[in-house]
């Protein structure tokens, strides 16, 4: 499933971090830096300019419906 793909590769990374979120819209202040906004486009990830923290959009599945 797309979530176990995603998690795996999060788990291999030895950057400044990932976050999975599941908005487009994020926000970041870990570290010593100001309160900063993302919008997340067609690449899925966006890394802040600050503490290089990198948020991985993943959509989700509604609940209630199965994947056919």
């Given at each position: 499933?797309?979530?176990d793909e995603v998690d795996d590769k999060i788990?291999?990374?030895d950057g400044g971090g990932k976050e999975i979120v599941h908005t487009r819209e994020v926000?970041?202040?870990?570290?010593d830096h100001p309160?900063?906004?993302?919008?997340?486009?067609?690449?899925?990830?966006?890394t802040c300019g600050y503490c290089n923290k990198t948020f991985?959009?993943?959509k989700t599945q509604p609940k209630g419906v199965e994947k056919i």
């Open positions: 499933n797309r979530l788990a291999k990374d926000s970041c202040s870990d570290g309160l900063v906004y993302y919008v997340i486009g067609k690449s899925n990830e966006v991985v959009y993943v």
